[in-house]
């Protein structure tokens, strides 16, 4: 079956500090790619996607993610983290099944804490 | 925000009890999943639709069932509610399975 993992499951930066969370998934053929982030307390807003082609992807809050396919990785950076950016982040892949699509799956999530 | 919303927002039950919660879009979007958020576990996917009567079971369906009998409302239906079942419970829609699903604000629910 399908997984998704999150090998960070808590990270502790400083304001300023460089951010790179692990994504790594288990389907081989084509996927759909995402991170979410959660905010304490709210739901699940869409940081960014990737469907195809450029394989770095830009998203909102000046995260970014590149896809390695080689290494079925979608690793989510940003190179200055904000107090603000304190969030539960969630990775998600979509696997595609020949003419079919199947469901998200989510990783377990990875809790940044930003110290201010 | 996508125009989800979700009631109740926060219910408490008691262990036996029946218990229903609704999902409303305005997106006129086709597919709508719940999902359970739970501590060390992410989001695990409960029942999805992708039509008005249609549904299927996701990863953890045992114990709740689903209805869609229009567009904008799927409900989700604990018919015994149980301690295990006390979670976050988040609806999402999507306007293919392939693209992005946006979330509701979620229901909190504590079984006692």
């Known amino acids: 079956a399908q997984s998704v993992s999150q090998h960070n499951h808590h990270v502790i930066l400083s304001e300023a500090a460089s951010l790179e969370l692990g994504c790594n998934y288990s389907?081989?053929?084509?996927?759909?790619l995402f991170w979410y982030v959660q905010y304490p307390g709210q739901h699940l807003q869409l940081l960014l996607k990737?469907?195809?082609?450029?394989?770095l992807v830009k998203g909102i809050k000046g995260f970014e993610a590149e896809f390695i396919k080689s290494k079925f990785s979608f690793n989510l950076r940003k190179p200055s983290v904000q107090w603000s950016d304190t969030a539960e982040y969630f990775c998600a892949v979509n696997a595609h099944y020949g003419g079919s699509q199947g469901n998200l799956i989510f990783g377990k999530g990875t809790k940044l804490s930003v110290k201010p | 925000d996508a125009g989800i919303t979700q009631s109740p927002r926060h219910k408490v039950t008691e262990t036996g009890t029946p218990v229903t919660l609704r999902c409303h879009q305005t997106e006129n979007h086709r597919y709508m999943y719940w999902y359970r958020q739970d501590p060390g576990h992410g989001l695990r996917l409960i029942h999805y639709?992708?039509?008005?009567?249609?549904?299927d079971k996701g990863e953890v369906s045992d114990g709740y069932s689903v209805s869609r009998s229009k567009t904008e409302d799927f409900l989700l239906t604990l018919e015994s509610a149980t301690s295990s079942q006390t979670s976050v419970y988040f609806c999402?829609?999507?306007?293919?399975?392939?693209?992005?699903?946006?979330f509701g604000p979620g229901t909190r629910l504590t079984v006692t």
């Open positions: 639709s992708y039509g008005v009567k249609d549904t």
């Open positions: 999402a829609i999507s306007g293919d399975p392939g693209y992005e699903q946006y």
């Open positions: 389907y081989g053929g084509t996927v759909n």
């Open positions: 990737y469907f195809s082609g450029d394989p």
